[in-house]
């Protein structure tokens, strides 16, 4: 997410003075304004009376949600959606306020309407679109670029509202100089059109006509085309479309409109060359026009106008195929992996997706990567001999202490047990209690030092415990409100050792108590717009494109009330734009799918993969976490939609597929994760921090530490991005005296990390779920309960896997077994053989087929082997099937821990893993 601006000389001069990433960059001909994802506005260049040489903050109340700053000397921010602040050379009462002044720190202007949702700079004039759908405009308004017929002088003074529109809502808004241009739909049939008014010289209007247009107007844009989004500079227009087509017009004097000539063109002219090209994104400046074009792997950028007459023709050097007046593709700035184009008259500026290491080619400058700790070389080679003689004895000192969260992981092994036996509390004898010996030994790894007598005595204590509260429950039902209230707080210390089947009445009880009636909340989702997005590889950061991002804005948190209904009730009614479908059910939870769908993968900010899945390392790869750098104001407020989502799933046992780690469920319950919970997303980060833990125990000492360790005090977040954890950290170095604290502070900024987005979670599903209901919950009734059981279906696994080998006999043997299984056996043997808990929906989905090997073994004693990261397992030819199930479940539970793939740790030997099995 790094931001590069490109110079005629080729160079890169990377913007390293911004905290976070940038989400949006906009330039005047004196300064640029970065807009960071915590909401943030930085200003680079000559502002008013000041020169600003490295990026600079600026100063406001709080959070900006948008700003626009294209045209003239001035830009214009909205704070927390309800201030506006004018900054720069301001002029012609542009800001709505003056005829002229100067200001080089942020001014509160005048506001006190509609919370905004964009602004739009002019240069002479401004425009404002509020969330309501009202637009206003202020300043010079001599060709009726304001929208308003001449009245007097030639000034609109104030910000006013234009409403003469009739049957359409505007939609988006560009001011340009002397004319404007704004994207609006049809009322009634919800089809897009382009409006303009203003200036008609150089046919800068998109119709015909010889006199200024002093109201909004419909252009000549096609009947059959249906325009996304518009962009306009100096004097021309260009409209991209939804098949991902460019229609311009306006002066053409440079070739700008790509229509193979340089004849200005009224009337708005399909671009040329793009008929074989998806553009996602069009920007137009001075002379030229830029296009974001989406290819197979990666986007591209496409110059339109005179590449030999440009700024840029240097861009172009060792291009042979170049065609005036027409697209052109910039080869050289085009091998980064650009995720957006930023410009300004006669600059631009793309941002990547990829990380410095992966762009390294393209800079002359040297960066230091160093993504997490590890040991050198000499260092690894002094742990292994410094262990040969005492490793038995160190494993052998494995702590063998009772803990209290034993308690927990018992009473979710008693809870799936009896799902998966179809057994209620009252039919748990000591007889039954047999079944559970060996679920209590297999799972867990920090359980199997407590003797299984020890367990199951705490299990009987545990059944016991919960005969008592079902009782207690019955009665409490009769209980006076008041009294009810007494009784729980005196019995909320045991909720911890009460499992579901003992609460769940309870629990549905304290919902219902705030269930609201049907609101007759109804959305509209536009599958196709979603769909068309997607394609384009890029991230809907306002959630304008999404199915997400569609309901988002049409469920405002005061309709939250549609999440607390009925738990048979669905939330609110779904109608397919273009679809005829009336949902009876069904459309809802095609949505529903739709919308987790996209939670989980790049299209929206809100989610990223797991570092174990980005490294293909680790337990849980498959799981997603919440992204750290999505902070804007637009971006909390969808995580905050997604936490009250999460609350109707839980409310309503509407089960949807939603990978997230335990830190995730502990923390969104206001439980506190542990090292356990960090190394379940990155397996990496908390192998090296266990090293430097025990360090002593691998006879490393204070004299060789510094041979073995070279870091200081920063480390690593989930998105790649550097956290320091002091001041000054860059500069101290980890030393043997202060590694712990190194630890420590490296432990706590992975646990916090997203603190802020998890806040605006836990506001919007603690606003439809009761703080009593969530307080008798661990963290795994929490998660079965929205995402449901995780089924591994043998049949849909066995069509996408393929014997490698002849041993029919072993082969049928591996089905049969699956079959027997329970579940979650099953989900061990996929985590087994795939670090995965589940299976990709659809058998396009698989990356790999299951391979399954033979291995020829006089030994029966010998174990399957998994090839985790191919998705393979070599299966030994054993003589009976009874000793196949034996040793597979032996392998599956034992033998579950993943290497560390492609890290030093490799160098260690088997038995230098067992310590962190």
């Given amino acids: ?3 590069y601006k490109r110079q005629e000389y080729m160079g890169k001069a990377l913007l390293s003075d911004l905290p976070d990433q940038v989400q949006d960059m906009q330039s005047n001909y004196d300064f640029s304004i970065f807009y960071t994802s915590q909401g943030l506005a930085y200003l680079l260049g000559h502002c008013a009376d000041r020169q600003f040489s490295r990026p600079t903050q600026l100063k406001f109340s709080g959070p900006v949600t948008t700003f626009s700053v294209r045209h003239g000397s001035y830009a214009m921010f909205a704070v927390e959606e309800t201030k506006l602040y004018s900054l720069g050379s301001i002029s012609n009462h542009v800001d709505g306020v003056s005829n002229s002044a100067t200001i080089n720190i942020p001014r509160n202007v005048p506001w006190g309407k509609d919370p905004i949702k964009t602004i739009s700079c002019g240069g002479t004039h401004s425009l404002i679109l509020t969330q309501t759908g009202k637009l206003y405009s202020a300043g010079y308004n001599y060709y009726g670029q304001c929208g308003f017929k001449k009245q007097g002088n030639d000034y609109v003074e104030t910000f006013r509202e234009v409403t003469d529109f009739g049957a359409y809502t505007v939609e988006e808004i560009q001011a340009a100089s002397d004319f404007s241009a704004i994207l609006v739909k049809d009322k009634n049939t919800n089809k897009a059109h382009v409006m303009t008014t203003g200036c008609y010289y150089d046919n800068r209007l998109g119709f015909s006509g010889s006199s200024h247009q002093y109201t909004f107007k419909l252009t000549d844009l096609p009947n059959d085309v249906v325009p996304v989004h518009i962009s306009n500079f100096d004097r021309h227009t260009a409209v991209l479309t939804e098949n991902g087509q460019v229609y311009s017009w306006g002066r053409n004097s440079n070739g700008q409109l790509g229509i193979g000539n340089t004849t200005n063109q009224w009337k708005p002219t399909l671009m040329n060359g793009l008929e074989n090209l998806k553009v996602t994104k069009v920007v137009c400046q001075e002379m030229s026009t830029l296009l974001l074009v989406a290819e197979e792997n990666k986007n591209a950028v496409y110059f339109v106008g005179n590449p030999s007459m440009s700024e840029f023709s240097k861009l172009f050097e060792g291009q042979s195929d170049l065609k005036p007046n027409h697209p052109n593709r910039i080869n050289r700035v085009s091998e980064l992996n650009i995720e957006d184009i930023f410009i300004g008259p006669k600059f631009f500026a793309v941002k990547t997706r990829s990380s410095l290491a992966e762009d390294q080619k393209f800079t002359n400058m040297n960066f230091k990567l160093q993504i997490f700790p590890q040991f050198t070389s000499e260092g690894l080679a002094k742990l292994r001999d410094a262990n040969k003689e005492r490793y038995d004895q160190l494993l052998s000192d494995y702590r063998k202490l009772y803990k209290e969260e034993f308690d927990e992981q018992l009473c979710d092994i008693l809870n799936k047990v009896m799902i998966a036996k179809d057994l209620v509390l009252d039919s748990l004898t000591e007889d039954s209690i047999q079944i559970l010996d060996e679920e209590l030994s297999q799972h867990y790894p920090n359980m199997k030092s407590v003797p299984i007598h020890i367990l199951r005595v705490r299990a009987k204590t545990i059944i016991e415990i919960n005969r008592i509260m079902k009782e207690l429950m019955e009665e409490y039902e009769i209980l006076q409100t008041e009294e009810k209230f007494r009784v729980y707080s005196q019995l909320a210390p045991f909720f911890r050792v009460v499992l579901w089947q003992t609460k769940q009445k309870l629990i549905d009880r304290i919902i219902e108590l705030q269930t609201e009636d049907d609101p007759g909340v109804s959305v ?26 569609q309901v988002f804005h049409q469920i405002k948190e005061e309709n939250y009330s549609c999440f607390r209904m009925n738990k048979d009730a669905r939330a609110f009614e779904v109608k397919f734009v273009g679809e005829g479908a009336i949902d009876a059910g069904g459309p809802f939870r095609e949505g529903l799918s739709l919308i987790f769908a996209e939670i989980q993968s790049k299209v929206l900010p809100l989610l990223i993969p797991s570092p174990n899945q980005k490294n293909n390392i680790g337990m849980y790869r498959e799981k997603w976490i919440i992204n750290p750098n999505s ?21 309503s046992r509407t089960y949807q597929v939603l990978d997230l780690p335990s830190i995730f469920w502990k923390q969104l319950l206001g439980q506190r994760p542990n090292i356990k919970d960090i190394e379940a997303i990155d397996r990496l980060t908390v192998q090296v921090l266990q090293d430097l833990e025990n360090i002593e125990e691998k006879g490393i000492t204070k004299e060789t530490f510094d041979d073995c360790f070279d870091y200081c005090f920063v480390t690593n977040l989930s998105d790649g991005s550097e956290y320091v954890l002091v001041p000054n950290g860059k500069e101290i170095r980890v030393t043997f005296e202060n590694r712990r604290e190194f630890i420590a502070l490296t432990t706590e900024a992975r646990i916090n990390e997203s603190r802020i987005q998890m806040e605006y979670i836990r506001k919007g ?18 998660e079965t309960n929205i995402v449901g059981r995780s089924e591994v279906d043998v049949e849909f696994l066995k069509m996408n896997s393929r014997p490698n080998g002849d041993s029919e006999e072993v082969y049928e043997f591996l089905w049969k077994a699956l079959k027997e299984f329970t579940t979650e056996e099953r989900v061990m043997y996929l985590k087994f053989v795939w670090g ?21 073994s006089d030994n029966e004693t010998k174990l399957p082997i998994a090839h985790t990261c191919f998705f393979g397992i070599d299966l030994p030819r054993y003589k009976s099937y009874s000793t196949f199930v034996e040793k597979l479940r032996y392998a599956i539970y034992n033998c579950k821990e993943i290497d560390a793939d492609n890290t030093d740790f490799e160098q260690f030997g088997e038995d230098d893993l067992l310590d962190n099995a």
């Fill in 1 to 3: 997410g790094d931001v």
């Fill in 524 to 549: 509209k989702v536009n599958r196709l717009r979603a769909k068309n997005f997607a394609r384009q590889g890029l991230v809907d950061h306002r959630g304008e494109f999404t199915v997400f991002g």
């Fill in 631 to 651: 902070k804007s104001p637009e971006n909390l407020k969808m995580f905050q939609f997604f936490g009250a989502f999460l609350g109707y799933l839980f409310r």
């Fill in 765 to 782: 599903f603690y606003s439809i779920i009761p703080n009593g209901a969530a307080a008798l919950l661990t963290w795994q009734e929490l």
């Fill in 836 to 856: 995965r808990s589940r299976l990709p929906l659809t058998s396009d989905d698989f990356s790999t087929k299951h391979e399954i090997s033979f291995i020829d």
